[in-house]
Protein backbone atom coordinates (compact mmCIF):
# COMPACT_ATOMS: atom_id res chain seq x y z
CA UNK A 1 0.00 0.00 0.00
CA UNK A 2 3.06 2.33 0.81
CA UNK A 3 5.35 1.10 -1.23
CA UNK A 4 6.25 3.37 -4.58
CA UNK A 5 5.27 2.03 -7.94
CA UNK A 6 7.93 1.20 -10.50
CA UNK A 7 8.02 2.67 -13.30
CA UNK A 8 8.80 1.07 -16.97
CA UNK A 9 12.40 2.09 -16.87
CA UNK A 10 13.07 0.79 -13.97
CA UNK A 11 11.79 -2.62 -14.68
CA UNK A 12 13.84 -2.23 -18.28
CA UNK A 13 17.33 -1.40 -16.50
CA UNK A 14 16.30 -4.34 -14.37
CA UNK A 15 16.24 -6.67 -16.98
CA UNK A 16 19.09 -4.85 -18.38
CA UNK A 17 21.37 -5.58 -15.18
CA UNK A 18 19.87 -9.53 -15.24
CA UNK A 19 20.98 -10.19 -18.49
CA UNK A 20 24.22 -8.72 -18.01
CA UNK A 21 24.81 -10.63 -14.81
CA UNK A 22 23.66 -13.99 -16.76
CA UNK A 23 26.01 -12.84 -19.27
CA UNK A 24 28.87 -12.30 -16.84
CA UNK A 25 28.59 -15.53 -15.07
CA UNK A 26 28.33 -17.09 -18.38
CA UNK A 27 31.67 -15.60 -19.34
CA UNK A 28 33.35 -16.74 -16.34
CA UNK A 29 32.66 -20.07 -17.09
CA UNK A 30 34.54 -19.96 -19.91
CA UNK A 31 31.80 -18.94 -22.82
CA UNK A 32 32.98 -16.52 -25.08
CA UNK A 33 31.39 -13.04 -24.64
CA UNK A 34 28.91 -12.92 -27.76
CA UNK A 35 27.66 -16.07 -27.10
CA UNK A 36 27.23 -15.51 -23.52
CA UNK A 37 24.89 -13.01 -24.31
CA UNK A 38 23.12 -14.82 -26.42
CA UNK A 39 22.83 -17.18 -24.41
CA UNK A 40 21.91 -14.94 -21.28
CA UNK A 41 18.86 -13.67 -23.71
CA UNK A 42 17.83 -17.29 -24.83
CA UNK A 43 17.65 -18.22 -21.09
CA UNK A 44 15.58 -15.28 -20.06
CA UNK A 45 12.88 -15.25 -22.58
CA UNK A 46 11.49 -12.20 -24.56
CA UNK A 47 12.43 -9.45 -22.40
CA UNK A 48 9.47 -7.40 -24.61
CA UNK A 49 6.59 -9.72 -23.18
CA UNK A 50 7.88 -9.31 -19.43
CA UNK A 51 7.65 -5.97 -20.25
CA UNK A 52 4.33 -5.92 -21.73
CA UNK A 53 3.51 -8.26 -18.57
CA UNK A 54 4.46 -5.51 -16.15
CA UNK A 55 3.06 -2.87 -18.02
CA UNK A 56 -0.40 -5.04 -17.67
CA UNK A 57 0.23 -6.08 -14.30
CA UNK A 58 -1.91 -3.73 -12.24
CA UNK A 59 -4.51 -2.83 -15.13
CA UNK A 60 -8.14 -3.99 -15.66
CA UNK A 61 -7.62 -5.68 -19.30
CA UNK A 62 -11.55 -6.56 -20.25
CA UNK A 63 -11.98 -3.07 -18.64
CA UNK A 64 -9.04 -1.05 -21.40
CA UNK A 65 -10.25 -3.23 -24.18
CA UNK A 66 -13.89 -2.17 -23.45
CA UNK A 67 -12.85 1.65 -23.67
CA UNK A 68 -10.62 1.04 -26.66
CA UNK A 69 -13.84 -0.45 -28.28
CA UNK A 70 -16.14 2.28 -27.49
CA UNK A 71 -13.57 4.61 -28.60
CA UNK A 72 -13.17 3.01 -31.98
CA UNK A 73 -17.08 2.91 -32.04
CA UNK A 74 -17.75 6.42 -31.96
CA UNK A 75 -14.97 7.31 -34.02
CA UNK A 76 -16.55 5.06 -37.23
CA UNK A 77 -20.10 6.56 -36.25
CA UNK A 78 -18.56 10.22 -36.22
CA UNK A 79 -17.41 9.09 -39.55
CA UNK A 80 -20.52 7.57 -41.03
CA UNK A 81 -23.37 9.48 -39.04
CA UNK A 82 -25.90 7.53 -41.10
CA UNK A 83 -25.04 4.30 -40.21
CA UNK A 84 -25.30 5.43 -36.52
CA UNK A 85 -29.04 6.63 -36.97
CA UNK A 86 -30.10 3.51 -38.22
CA UNK A 87 -28.49 1.65 -36.03
CA UNK A 88 -30.06 4.36 -33.22
CA UNK A 89 -32.90 3.15 -34.68
CA UNK A 90 -32.94 -0.29 -35.54
CA UNK A 91 -32.00 -0.73 -31.85
CA UNK A 92 -34.65 1.77 -30.36
CA UNK A 93 -37.39 -0.50 -32.09
CA UNK A 94 -35.94 -3.80 -30.96
CA UNK A 95 -35.86 -2.61 -27.32
CA UNK A 96 -39.16 -1.25 -27.51
CA UNK A 97 -40.95 -4.32 -28.83
CA UNK A 98 -39.51 -5.99 -26.62
CA UNK A 99 -40.68 -3.76 -23.78
CA UNK A 100 -44.31 -3.72 -25.20
CA UNK A 101 -44.26 -7.55 -25.89
CA UNK A 102 -42.49 -7.86 -21.37
CA UNK A 103 -45.75 -5.55 -20.67
CA UNK A 104 -48.48 -7.51 -22.24
CA UNK A 105 -47.03 -10.99 -21.05
CA UNK A 106 -46.57 -9.60 -17.42
CA UNK A 107 -49.52 -7.90 -17.45
CA UNK A 108 -51.51 -11.09 -19.10
CA UNK A 109 -49.79 -14.32 -17.68
CA UNK A 110 -47.81 -13.66 -14.55
CA UNK A 111 -49.41 -11.11 -12.34
CA UNK A 112 -52.78 -12.27 -11.02
CA UNK A 113 -56.22 -11.36 -12.49
CA UNK A 114 -57.46 -8.61 -10.09
CA UNK A 115 -60.90 -10.42 -9.23
CA UNK A 116 -61.30 -11.50 -5.29
CA UNK A 117 -61.27 -15.57 -6.64
CA UNK A 118 -59.51 -15.67 -9.87
CA UNK A 119 -59.46 -19.48 -9.79
CA UNK A 120 -63.36 -19.63 -9.16
CA UNK A 121 -64.37 -17.76 -12.78
CA UNK A 122 -66.38 -19.50 -15.58
CA UNK A 123 -67.09 -18.86 -18.93
CA UNK A 124 -70.61 -19.90 -20.02
CA UNK A 125 -72.05 -20.22 -23.14
CA UNK A 126 -74.65 -22.07 -25.44
CA UNK A 127 -73.82 -25.06 -27.88
CA UNK A 128 -75.76 -26.54 -30.57
CA UNK A 129 -74.20 -28.91 -33.37
CA UNK A 130 -74.57 -26.26 -35.83
CA UNK A 131 -72.77 -23.42 -33.82
CA UNK A 132 -70.88 -24.89 -30.83
CA UNK A 133 -69.68 -22.38 -28.42
CA UNK A 134 -72.27 -19.83 -29.05
CA UNK A 135 -72.19 -16.80 -26.87
CA UNK A 136 -74.89 -16.56 -24.15
CA UNK A 137 -77.75 -13.70 -24.50
CA UNK A 138 -78.30 -11.72 -21.54
CA UNK A 139 -81.88 -12.97 -21.01
CA UNK A 140 -80.50 -16.11 -21.19
CA UNK A 141 -77.54 -15.91 -18.75
CA UNK A 142 -80.56 -13.98 -16.28
CA UNK A 143 -82.77 -17.21 -16.63
CA UNK A 144 -79.73 -19.13 -16.34
CA UNK A 145 -78.52 -17.31 -12.88
CA UNK A 146 -82.15 -17.79 -11.40
CA UNK A 147 -82.19 -21.48 -12.22
CA UNK A 148 -78.73 -21.88 -10.29
CA UNK A 149 -78.03 -24.09 -8.14
CA UNK A 150 -74.33 -25.57 -8.14
CA UNK A 151 -72.47 -22.28 -8.74
CA UNK A 152 -72.33 -19.29 -6.29
CA UNK A 153 -72.96 -15.88 -8.13
CA UNK A 154 -72.20 -12.71 -6.65
CA UNK A 155 -75.45 -11.12 -8.02
CA UNK A 156 -77.69 -13.54 -6.65
CA UNK A 157 -75.86 -12.99 -3.15
CA UNK A 158 -76.65 -9.07 -3.57
CA UNK A 159 -79.57 -9.14 -4.65
CA UNK A 160 -80.99 -11.32 -1.82
CA UNK A 161 -78.90 -9.36 0.79
Not at 26 to 31: F, I, K, N, P, Y
Not at 77 to 93: E, N, Q, T, W, Y
Not at 138 to 144: I, S, T, V
Amino acid sequence: MFRRKRSADDFAAEIKAHLELEADELESEGVKKEDARRKAKVEFGNAQTAQERFHLRGRVVWFDNLLHDLRFAVRQLVRKPSFGCVAFLVLALGIGTCVAIFAFVDAALLEPLPYANPDRIMSVSESDTSLPGWPLSYPDFLDWQAQNKSYHSPRTRCAAA
